[in-house]
């Protein structure tokens, strides 16, 4: 599923800043206010209130080359420390972050749960299982490239084809890293809006400094709306409340076998 979105069409993306949203934030966020809460996977948000959002899930493989910053950028939206060095993941390493939203049309809160799933390329090359399980039941691809190393972007057709097809039902993302490296950078802006106008996949940028001193929660806050506002067109889509290009309409489907068999 290839789609380019309005930023904010779904989602409110300043909700974080209201003070109605103080309570539910209050779950997910650090006392200061600079960062995500870590979760385990069996871990939760305490409720808040008595209206506690509904909860929605969804599974996100994150892929790239070896490098590109896979696991700092899953580790900034989870609230995890950004590693200083790096280590090539070994297997599957999976993390958890809760995200609050509201759905502008229907003023609706929502809980978004995402579980990032994170493979070495090693593994997915050697390890016959890997793929499949990263890719069994999964509701969008998050495809990874370095802004410092323009093989990472040139990769990217070849990453799409492997993983995924034009016709599938799965969300795709592009996320270009190491924003901060400026003075190293191989990728232009040119080069990223030419891919979005061919392939009509959205290109998230994201900064991976391990510097814990210096929180961005506007970029974090805005990835993760990003990324839950497409999760959530999907699901609408699949459930024949929209169309592509079209107006949305109605509420989040239910994950019924009836409604999966009419729409998909």
């Known amino acids: 599923m290839a789609v380019m979105?309005?930023?904010g069409s779904l989602l409110d993306f300043d909700w974080y800043k209201h003070p109605e949203s103080r309570e539910v934030f209050?779950?997910?966020?650090n006392r200061d206010h600079q960062k995500l809460k870590t979760f385990g996977l069996l871990e939760k948000p305490a409720n808040v209130s008595p209206y506690s959002p509904e909860e929605v899930r969804y599974k996100?493989?994150?892929?790239?080359?070896?490098?590109?910053?896979k696991t700092s950028t899953v580790a900034k939206l989870t609230g995890n420390e950004i590693p200083k060095t790096h280590n090539e993941t070994a297997g599957i390493q999976t993390s958890t972050t809760y995200w609050p939203g509201k759905i502008t049309q229907l003023n609706k809160q929502v809980m978004f749960r995402l579980q990032?799933?994170?493979a070495g390329e090693t593994s997915l090359k050697k390890l016959d299982h890997i793929v499949p399980a990263c890719t069994e039941k999964v509701d969008g691809i998050l495809?990874?490239?370095?802004?410092?190393d323009k093989s990472s972007f040139d990769d990217l057709h070849q990453q799409i084809s492997r993983f995924s097809s034009a016709n599938d039902d799965i969300i795709k993302i592009v996320i270009a890293t190491k924003c901060d490296q400026h003075a190293h950078c191989e990728v232009t802006q040119r080069d990223i809006r030419d891919f979005e106008n061919n392939w009509k996949?959205?290109?998230?940028?994201?900064?991976?400094?391990?510097d814990s001193s210096q929180p961005d929660f506007s970029e974090v806050s805005r990835l993760l709306n990003i990324i839950c506002e497409y999760l959530w067109y999907r699901d609408l889509i699949l459930a024949g409340k929209v169309t592509k290009g079209g107006a949305v309409v109605g509420r989040r489907p239910q994950p019924t076998a009836s409604t999966m068999e009419k729409y998909v």
């Open 5 to 7: 979105l309005s930023s």
């Open 26 to 29: 209050s779950s997910v966020i």
């Open 60 to 69: 996100l493989f994150v892929v790239g080359k070896t490098g590109v910053g």
């Open 116 to 118: 990032f799933w994170d």
């Open 143 to 148: 495809f990874l490239f370095s802004i410092v």
């Open 201 to 210: 996949i959205p290109v998230l940028k994201v900064q991976n400094i391990p």
